[in-house]
């Protein structure tokens, strides 16, 4: 059986602020093998990595992202004193660790021009096209992402269901399903999906007992907001 990848969900954002630096720092130093996080892009092109369009829920400011240059967002506190980080930050910070990177583009509200292309050039600079997988809520754009460079890996993520699901990403030529962990509590589905030769990483599990039915199925990867948690089980 393969090993569950234990992938920290915004960083270790069940103990430190989400999609900050101390949290993506906190899921490495804790064990995890991967990290995810949320992109958006500024009102001067730079990507930025918070969950919401806005900065309301997670720092001391208020507005759209896409309102703000890259510099004036830096000013707002999202916790513990630390600021919003950019992409670039965090692929610095990573370049020299082998663990995956799962970069999802929010782009299914705010329909930011060309994330997809911006983000792959920034990998390539990087040097993580092998460590990175990019998955969205936006399907056409993980299909640009493949037209534009048909390497990097891409993941469909869904929260609700979908009619054999295996067949879906394989005929939109996606190698792996991000599905909401209770769509995939099924030996039958997650049998689709492996005939179709997908991976599936599934979020957000922070129930230890989810956790164990999950690696007991064979999901290949676990998106969770406890990688401390998870790393016992795996
Ligand atoms: O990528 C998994 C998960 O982060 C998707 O949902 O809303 O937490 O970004 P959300
Ligand atoms: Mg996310």
Not at 53 to 60: A, P, V, Y
Not at 69 to 74: F, G, H, K, P, S
Not at 78 to 101: F, Q, V
């Amino acid at each position: 059986m393969v090993k569950t990848l234990n992938i920290a969900h915004r960083g270790f954002s069940g103990m430190y602020p989400e999609n900050t630096m101390q949290a993506f720092r906190k899921a490495v130093e804790t064990g995890a093998d991967g990290i995810e996080t949320d992109l958006h892009i500024t009102k001067d092109g730079a990507i930025v990595l918070c969950h919401d369009e806005t900065i309301d829920r997670t720092t001391d400011g208020t507005g759209f992202i896409k309102d703000y240059t890259c510099r004036e967002l830096m000013k707002f506190n999202a916790g513990h004193g630390e600021r919003i980080p950019s992409l670039d930050e965090l692929l610095d910070y990573m370049k020299d660790k082998n663990l995956l990177l799962n970069l999802e583009l929010k782009n299914d509200i705010v329909h930011y021009k060309d994330l997809e292309k911006y983000t792959i050039d920034k990998i390539h600079q990087y040097g993580l096209e092998k460590n990175v997988i990019i998955s969205s809520f936006n399907h056409y754009s993980m299909q640009k992402v493949k037209e534009y460079d048909s390497s990097i890996k891409t993941g469909l993520l869904y929260g609700l269901p979908i009619h054999k699901p295996g067949e879906y990403a394989r005929r939109i030529g996606a190698d792996a399903l991000h599905p909401l962990f209770s769509l995939i509590m099924d030996k039958d589905i997650i049998g689709d999906i492996k005939e179709n030769g997908i991976l599936i990483n599934t979020y957000t599990v922070n129930k230890e007992s989810d956790m164990k039915k999950l690696i007991h199925l064979g999901v290949d990867g676990i998106i969770t907001n406890y990688p401390n948690v998870l790393k016992k089980l795996i």
